[in-house]
């Protein structure tokens, strides 16, 4: 059975900095992308930042130049680094893989970005 456990979120200042990370637990055939999105109450989920299995990265013009994703492909592990946070980047974030066979989602992690 497919998981993905997330980490690293928690409550940081404003202007402050957290990773997150994310690893799979058993074995995703076809890994497509990797990729983190996050959500509010009350709002849709969106994509944050998501990188391809070539390492080819896209990021929500939101997060543009303070968050960077990467991956491990030997592990198939994907991380968020981001740094000067916002208290508009307060949410749930979600990793996300996507294969051939289907797309899997991690339970969420809260990032609070509060004073």
């Known amino acids: 059975q497919v998981q993905l456990v997330e980490s690293g979120g928690g409550l940081v200042q404003p202007g402050g900095s957290l990773r997150l990370s994310c690893a799979t637990s058993g074995t995703i055939f076809s890994i497509t992308a990797m990729g983190w999105y996050r959500q509010v109450p009350g709002k849709e989920r969106e994509l944050v930042a998501r990188?391809?299995?070539?390492?080819?990265?896209n990021y929500a013009d939101s997060v543009k130049g303070r968050f960077t994703i990467a991956r491990d492909n030997a592990k198939n592990t994907v991380y968020l680094q981001m740094n000067s946070l916002k208290p508009e980047d307060t949410a749930v974030y979600y990793c996300?893989?996507?294969?051939?066979?289907?797309?899997?989602w991690g339970q969420g992690t809260q990032v609070t970005v509060s004073s």
């Open positions: 996300n893989v996507e294969s051939y066979l289907g797309v899997y």
């Open positions: 990188i391809t299995i070539l390492g080819r990265p």
